[in-house]
């Protein structure tokens, strides 16, 4: 409907171009034998011009974009279709004869008016959107480039009633510049003010390359002004295909907390993806999902999606269709419990990367329910990388954690199991099957910023375990992406482990939470201590003391240097779990710790009894 409409429009313009070029030619005074040539020549012109553009695909010009490559094209369409006129004129002098300035006059002529009429349309949507009497007034920090897309999108399409107030920026030379018609009004210490005065809503910032103290400073700043913020991708997230308003991310308070994030080179991956077939399990998970979403960005063959939880596998299947229709991924509802099954699915589908991430991770809960971890975790990993090596997968990626240095929970000792069965598998057969071992993911699912950040939104008060806890913190893509970087460093049987910096005081970190949401510890937020749970440390550790850490290519992964094992260390092994979960099928709590124990000789349990109820799950606080 909108093509036809233009297309009308322009056969309007047609005509009044070749009158006007008349009227031009003989001084607003054409003479009456002219009329007839008129009449006779507008259809023809009409039809060559309409023919000429359709083949140009004038018409499948956006106006709010219409910038100079379209009035090139429009040029060339106006050019081609006069020079086919003039021919058809010049060969029949006596019946379609026309004065041959009129035929420049009417090329020129029309350029400027299709030209202008198309700028005036832009023009006046553009006016009438940014003039939303209802839209909601944002204020954008950054004045470069990314501000200045940012409002000319607005501009073009305003979807979602946007009226910017004026931008925000830090360099004194562009103080009072307008910029797409919006003034630039301060530096980011006036954002309060400006904020009062004109009723902002939303804060969006626009500079992709902001480092941490820059995102923590304006957070700061912001503090208390109860407005929504949203920022541009960084420079390696910016999708060049799709419109900069549309990739707006939320700014989180934990986005800023007390860690820098790790900056990469986001092609260094795409030769070890490209075109392969890849299946992550857990992928429903906090990690398995940012996984699914960082390598859909590569373009594999296939990206299998494996995780007993029907509504994950939903929510990352819905997301990856959204975000990339290109992609051909396979979800799958399945358990690693059941090897059969399992081993059918590798049959099937034949990936060449497996990334397992499935695993039961929240301490307390596993804590009183040992059977089952013992099941999921142990049993699970043994179950995929007995798969794996039937089916000559190529690698192998075991997501491990720090809890299984020195372990104190049933969580870490399986974790600790799962890396030395991956290890011996992968030196017994020659496979790359490795593990990446990392500390805590802000905003993984049950974790303790998830916990504060519910607690602070029901008005504390917030709960800390203690008040010399200290854990070590890493945002979800980050650790994402890493793990992914371990690929083009490991031979197999390594266990990575992640550089997560300096470890943080959970104490000061529930404090600094409070301080970014717009609150005051202590006096608008109380903050508690309830003592370490079951399994709970007071200082996480990356590697045991026996453990020797070596750098890599990549400084932000090291690897610890492994023992060579043997293959009567594997037959020990696989014997041992087979005992294990004979012990966890009879419920044999005591003789199962005993097990564990003698597995994992650093394994140090708060206790034998193990609760058989879920009181311990009062107020449990997840770190």
């Known amino acids: 409907m909108q093509k036809m409409i233009k297309i009308f429009m322009d056969m309007f313009l047609f005509g009044v171009s070749f009158i006007a070029s008349f009227l031009i030619r003989f001084e607003m005074m054409i003479p ?58 010049l060969s029949s002098p006596n019946y379609f004869g026309c004065p041959r300035s009129v035929l420049i006059i009417d090329g020129l002529l029309l350029f400027v008016i299709v030209c202008f009429t198309r700028c005036l349309l832009r023009l006046i949507k553009r006016e009438t959107l940014m003039k939303l009497k209802n839209g909601r007034h944002i ?37 009072g ?28 910032i626009a500079i992709p390359s902001a480092s941490h103290e820059q995102l923590s400073e304006i957070l700061d700043i912001c503090n208390g002004l109860r407005i929504n913020m949203l920022r ?33 080179d986001c092609k260094s991956l795409a030769k070890g993806i490209l075109e392969k077939r890849i299946l992550v399990t857990g992928a429903g998970g906090s990690i398995g999902k940012e996984l699914c979403r960082q390598i859909a960005k590569y373009k594999p063959n296939d990206l299998i999606l494996f995780d007993n939880c029907e509504y994950n596998i939903f929510c990352i299947s819905k997301e990856l269709k959204e975000k990339y229709p290109y992609l051909n991924f396979r979800p799958i509802i399945a358990d690693i419990t059941d090897y059969g099954l399992t081993h059918k699915i590798l049959k099937t589908y034949k990936p060449d990367i497996i990334f397992h991430a499935a695993a039961y991770k929240h301490v307390s809960l596993v804590e009183i329910n040992p059977e089952i971890a013992i099941k999921n975790n142990i049993i699970g990993t043994k179950n995929i990388a007995q798969a794996a090596m039937t089916e000559h997968v190529s690698k192998l990626v075991f997501i491990s954690s720090d809890k299984a240095v020195n372990p104190n929970s049933i969580m870490g000792a399986t974790k600790r199991i799962c890396e030395e069965y991956i290890k011996r598998v992968s030196m017994e057969n020659g496979n790359k099957f490795f593990g990446v071992r990392f500390g805590n993911v802000l905003g993984s699912s049950g974790s303790v910023l998830e916990i ?42 390594e ?96 003789a199962l710790m005993q097990k564990i124990k003698q597995m994992v000789p650093t394994y140090k349990s708060p206790v034998l009894d193990i609760p058989r109820d879920f009181s311990e799950l009062d107020s449990i606080n997840i770190n």
């Open 32 to 89: 009456s034998p002219y009329w007839n040539r008129i009449l006779r020549l507008l259809p023809i012109l009409v039809v060559i011009r309409i023919c000429v553009f359709l083949f140009f695909k004038i018409y499948h010009f956006d106006y709010n974009y219409f910038s100079v490559p379209n009035a090139i094209s429009l040029f060339k369409a106006v050019f081609y279709s006069s020079m086919i006129f003039s021919v058809v004129c």
């Open 139 to 175: 204020l954008i920090v950054g004045a470069g480039d990314a501000g200045e897309s940012v409002l000319r999108e607005i501009r073009c399409y305003n979807r979602y009633h946007y009226r910017p107030i004026g931008l925000i920026d830090d360099n004194p030379r562009k103080y």
């Open 177 to 204: 510049k307008i910029i797409q018609g919006i003034r630039v009004l301060g530096n980011t210490k006036s954002i309060p003010e400006i904020v009062s005065r004109y009723n902002v809503e939303e804060l969006i």
């Open 232 to 264: 541009v991708p960084s420079l390696c997230e910016i999708n060049e295909k799709k419109s900069l308003i549309n990739q707006l991310k939320e700014t989180k308070p934990e986005n800023v907390l007390f860690r820098k994030q790790v900056e990469w």
């Open 452 to 493: 504060f950040k519910d607690q602070i939104a029901k008005g504390g008060p917030v709960t800390v375990t203690d008040i010399n806890a200290y854990r070590y913190f890493m945002t979800i893509p980050e650790a994402a992406h890493l793990v992914l970087e371990t690929l083009l460093l490991a031979k197999g049987g």
């Open 495 to 590: 266990i990575f482990v992640l550089d997560m910096g300096k470890a943080v005081r959970i104490y000061d970190f529930a404090k600094e939470l409070i301080i970014k949401s717009g609150y005051r510890p202590g006096i608008d937020i109380e903050i508690i201590f309830t003592g370490l749970k079951k399994g709970e440390k007071l200082v996480e550790q990356l590697r045991e003391d026996s453990e020797k850490l070596n750098p890599t290519q990549n400084k932000k992964i090291l690897k610890v240097k492994s023992n060579n094992g043997s293959a009567e260390d594997l037959v020990q092994l696989d014997n041992d779990i087979n005992e294990l979960m004979n012990y966890a099928n009879d419920m044999n709590r005591k």
